[in-house]
């Protein structure tokens, strides 16, 4: 197993320093298909969507199919993290989410499965674009993915402020639903020294971001949280005499529940619109980005439970679902299944941090947890 871990911290750090942001992760892609070929050649490899792609690992007797999927994307932020000898080669895009531990989890799972295993199939999934909440849902649309059709679906995620190695779930939502929106309203530009003569969106905008306060206000309770936050302004142009015409503001609007987001969203639509009505302007808005909330079924979450005690992990049970987004909802709306936390180790700078660098300690649990639950599906 050492000398397995070594090989998976090696691709683990390569991985690391070589990141990509969504819809551009070819070169990921390429890598990993080269790695598990070389490594643990899988039965088949499906394409699918962009980057994605599936391996399939078809046990020695027929059983049930079980995937795990891990995300091949990272973000636009840029590594601080000048001390160590795998950082990014890339200026602004870091892998800060931990994506590249998953990865490297999900081939040390495809390692555990060179021999196949003794009953059903394993099917792992490398997807796309999960930072933009649309890589699930277009590999599952995707024609190619009616050649897997799982009976179990399992992810996991790197926690930071947890205990390396722990394992945390919960039935019912573990991530929130999520939208992320733009309004923008358009009117007509003035002389600064007369905006009167024109249609600004400043008012408006301004009162619109105020509203967001008390739309959150509410919904927001104390057993089921509500977010309602402006993310992005844009106004008008440099220069001091002209009173501007056109401008937006960008709002995620985050809650466990999908009919909480979508009554908030609504909300703002309309307070948008009295604004446009009341100031002469004209307003559309735009939906950028939907993660589904990940909502893990009884039977799913059972089966985490379970493994965790079969490798001796301390297991966690969550009260409360974690306020970001996981476009793994795509999955477990669709087919049985779970999402878990794995601990990163309670001193670890929190994702999308910087300085955020995914332990290389906790991949054997991570592993491990996966393997038990190939076994578990499929007893």
Not at 79 to 102: P, R
Not at 258 to 268: E, K, N, Y
Request: charged share 20%.
């Amino acid at each position: 197993m050492s000398s397995n871990i070594d090989l998976l911290t090696h691709l683990r750090h390569w991985l690391h320093a070589h990141p990509e942001l969504s819809r551009h992760e070819g070169e990921t892609a390429r890598h990993l298909r080269g790695f598990l070929i070389e490594h643990a050649p899988p039965d088949a490899i499906i394409p699918l969507q962009g980057a994605g792609f599936a391996a399939v690992y078809n046990g020695r007797a027929a059983d049930k199919t079980v995937l795990f999927r891990c995300e091949l994307d990272a973000l636009p932020i840029h590594e601080i993290n000048t001390g160590i000898a795998y950082s990014s080669v890339y200026d602004g895009v870091g892998h800060k989410c931990g994506h590249d531990g998953h990865m490297a989890i999900m081939a040390g799972l495809a390692l555990c499965l060179a021999n196949r295993p003794d009953r059903g199939r394993v099917v792992l999934l490398f997807q796309p674009d999960e930072e933009t909440g649309t890589g699930a849902r277009s590999c599952v649309q995707h024609q190619n993915f009616a050649q897997i059709e799982p009976d179990y679906v399992f992810a996991l995620h790197n926690l930071p402020g947890f205990p390396a190695g722990a394992v945390i779930c919960k039935t019912g939502t573990f991530a929130s639903e999520v939208k992320y929106a733009a309004i923008k309203m358009t009117g007509k530009e003035a002389h600064s020294a007369q905006p009167e003569t024109g249609h600004s969106p400043a008012i408006a905008l301004a009162d619109l971001m105020l509203c967001a306060q008390q739309i959150q206000a509410r919904y927001d309770r104390p057993d089921a949280y509500a977010l309602a936050v402006p993310v992005y302004t844009q106004m008008g142009v440099q220069a001091s005499g002209v009173a501007p015409a056109q401008g937006e503001v960008h709002f995620t609007v985050r809650a466990a529940l999908a009919a909480t987001v979508q009554q908030m969203w609504q909300d703002l639509r309309d307070h948008a619109t009295t604004l446009a009505e009341q100031y002469g302007l004209n307003v559309t808005f735009e939906t950028r980005e939907d993660f589904a909330a990940t909502t893990n079924g009884q039977a799913g979450f059972d089966m985490i439970q379970q493994a965790a005690v079969v490798t001796g992990r301390p297991f966690q049970k969550l009260d409360q679902p974690f306020r970001w987004g996981e476009d793994f909802g795509e999955l477990t709306k669709r087919y049985e299944g779970a999402m878990f936390g794995l601990g990163a180790g309670q001193s670890q700078p929190a994702l999308h941090n910087p300085d955020y660098d995914f332990p290389d300690e906790i991949l054997p649990d991570g592993i491990e947890m996966f393997r038990a639950l190939v076994a578990i599906v499929t007893a």
